[in-house]
T-cell receptor, first 112, second 112 residues
């Protein structure tokens, strides 16, 4: 009964380093999302994938890339990390349109 | 331009009383609304939703009201319990668009 699984849970990067956040869901959902949560800013959509093979920009896509590897997996890549990308990142998935999204536990990323 | 607004960053109520959390939206294309609850160090969890064809949806202690003409929805929790203390996010979907848009959240504290 895993739902949405994110790895890693914590990460510290130096400015300029790259890394990939992994996300997998086992609910056979079509849509997947990456959000970031910052104090006082709520949850802001970075990228989403409405279905396997498609990806679209959200509200704050700059500095990020995504890959919808297959129906289960949706990864988020930071090519050159910046301190402004220090945040908590959440992956989510949803099934049919107009249904709730299920979230992972989050990845706390610090860029120094 | 924030499309989903939660204008109260925080709310404090006494145990047993009613909690009312408010949310306003600006995008007329939104036709499905959700409330999520988030505890510290956890991912958001779905609470309750409402379609734009309804004006009320109830699930146990939680009721969501939708006023389409005012572009306003509210979440009522009655009676409030200390375990309800969390950040509550309002979210919206619409226009056959899979982009789930969140407000900034309201921190609810229920005092024993």
């Amino acid at each position: 009964n895993a739902g949405v699984t994110q790895t890693p849970k914590f990460q510290v990067l130096k400015t300029g380093q790259s890394m990939t956040l992994q996300c997998a869901q086992d609910m056979n959902h079509n849509s997947m999302y990456w959000y970031r949560q910052d104090p006082g800013m709520g949850l802001r959509l970075i990228y989403y994938s409405a279905s396997e093979g498609t990806t679209d920009k959200g509200e704050v896509p700059n500095g990020y890339n995504v890959s919808r590897l297959n129906k289960r997996e949706f990864s988020l890549r930071l090519e050159s990390a910046a301190p402004s990308q220090t945040s908590v990142y959440f992956c989510a998935s949803s099934g049919q349109i107009n249904t709730e999204a299920f979230f992972g536990q989050g990845t706390r990323l610090t860029v120094v | 331009d924030q499309q989903v607004k939660q204008n109260s960053p925080s709310l404090s109520v006494q145990e047993g009383r009613i909690s009312i959390l408010n949310c306003d939206y600006t995008n007329s294309m939104f036709d499905y609304f959700l409330w999520y609850k988030k505890y510290p160090a956890e991912g958001p969890t779905f609470l309750i939703s409402i379609s734009s064809i309804k004006d009320k949806n109830e699930d146990g202690r939680f009721t969501v009201f939708l006023n389409k003409s005012a572009k306003h929805l509210s979440l009522h929790i009655v009676p409030s319990q200390p375990g309800d203390s969390a950040v509550y996010f309002c979210a919206a979907l619409g226009g056959s668009n899979y982009k789930l848009t969140f407000g900034k959240g309201t921190l609810l504290t229920v005092n024993p």
